[in-house]
C-alpha cells in the first residue's frame, strides 16, 4: 500500500490501544480508503496503518485524544539526515529568555519571543531587539544559564538512533553558539550552527556577530548539507517549532511540526503535539527494538 498513517502516544503515557486502532481505521474507510492490517512499532505507543486511498483528508480528520496521527508515503520513510531546531525543539528552554530572568525581563522578552516565533514580528527585528536588552549582563551568566537547560525527552535516541542507522544530524539555532555547542557535545549532533554573541570577554555587548542566522539561513543549510552529502532534499528531514523554521520544514522531505506555534503548525502537516522525540524515529518506520536507547543528559 502507498501510504500509512502513523499513530503515536507519548511513551511516558502509553495509552495507544486496539480500540483507538480502530477508531482510526474507520475513519480512514469513511473517506474511502482500503486499510490494511495494523502493524505494531511498540506496543501501546506506536503503530502503522497502512491504506491506499485519499490521503489529504485524513491529517485533519483522525483525532485521537493524546495521540498523534500523521499520514506519510511508505516510500523513503527513513532519512539520512537531519536537521533540528534546539529551543522548545531539542531542549525545552528558550535560553533568551533564561538570560532576561537575571535582569528581570523575563515576561519582556518572552513576549516578543512568542510573538517573532508564531511569525508576527521579523525574527532578524525581534532577535536584535531581544539582544540589545541584555547589553551589560556579565557573561558568567551564560553559564548560569546554561545550567537551567532541561533536555526536550527522546532527544538523545533520536540522534543515537540515526547514527546507528548512518545518518547525520545538524543542529540548526536562532539562538547562540555557546549552547549550540554545549549541546552538539551532549546529544552526539555532528554539526551546529547558530549566532554569535558579542562581548568583551566579560560582559555581553547587546548585539551579535553579522550574519544573523534565521529562517534564510536554516533553509541554506539544509540545501548545503544535503549537497555536500550527495542527498535528494526528499532524504532529509527537518524538525523544529517556529516561524523561523518554516521554510526548512517545507523543503525537507519529512518537515516536522514538534510541539508547534499555531501559525507553524497550520502549514505543515506532520505534527507531533503529544509524544517526546522518539516519535520522528516511528514516523521513519522504525521499531521500538530498533531503536539505539540513550538517556537524556
Request: glycine share 8%; hydrophobic share 45%.
Amino acid at each position: 500500500m502507498e501510504n500509512v498513517l502513523v499513530l503515536i502516544a507519548n511513551p511516558a503515557t502509553p495509552i495507544l490501544d486496539a480500540a483507538a486502532v480502530q477508531s482510526a481505521t474507520d475513519i480512514l474507510v469513511a473517506g474511502g480508503a482500503e486499510v490494511g492490517a495494523v502493524d505494531w512499532l511498540a506496543p501501546g505507543v506506536a503503530c502503522d496503518l497502512p491504506f491506499e486511498g485519499p490521503a489529504e483528508s485524513p491529517p485533519a480528520s483522525v483525532i485521537l485524544p493524546g495521540i498523534d496521527a500523521v499520514v506519510l508515503s511508505v516510500e523513503g520513510r527513513r532519512k539520512r539526515l537531519l536537521v533540528a531546531d534546539m529551543e522548545s525543539t531539542m531542549i525545552e528552554n528558550e535560553m533568551l529568555d533564561e538570560l532576561a530572568e537575571f535582569l528581570g525581563l523575563r515576561e519582556t522578552i518572552a513576549s516578543i519571543t512568542a510573538r517573532a516565533m508564531n511569525g508576527e514580528i521579523d525574527f532578524a527585528q525581534a532577535l536584535a531587539e531581544r539582544v540589545r536588552l541584555l547589553r551589560g549582563l556579565p557573561v558568567s551568566r551564560l553559564d548560569e544559564a546554561a545550567e537551567r537547560i532541561r533536555t526536550m525527552p527522546g532527544g538523545a535516541t533520536l540522534i543515537a538512533t540515526m547514527h546507528k542507522y548512518g545518518g547525520y544530524c545538524a543542529l540548526v539555532s536562532g539562538g547562540f553558539t555557546y549552547f549550540t555547542r554545549m549541546m552538539r557535545e551532549r546529544l552526539g549532533f555532528d554539526f551546529d550552527a547558530a549566532n554569535t554573541l558579542n562581548h568583551d570577554g566579560r560582559t555581553l555587548a547587546g548585539t551579535v556577530a553579522p550574519p544573523i542566522l534565521g529562517k534564510e539561513a536554516k533553509l541554506a543549510t539544509l540545501e548545503r548539507l544535503c549537497a555536500e552529502r550527495r542527498l535528494e532534499l526528499g532524504q532529509s528531514l527537518a524538525v523544529g517549532d517556529g516561524a523561523n523554521d518554516l521554510p526548512m520544514l517545507q523543503a525537507a522531505g519529512l518537515g516536522v511540526a514538534f510541539r508547534a506555534k499555531p501559525a507553524v503548525a497550520a502549514q505543515v502537516p506532520a505534527q507531533i503535539v503529544h509524544s517526546d522525540l522518539t516519535a520522528l524515529l516511528y514516523l521513519q518506520g522504525y521499531r521500538r527494538r530498533d531503536f539505539a536507547e540513550r538517556k537524556d543528559p
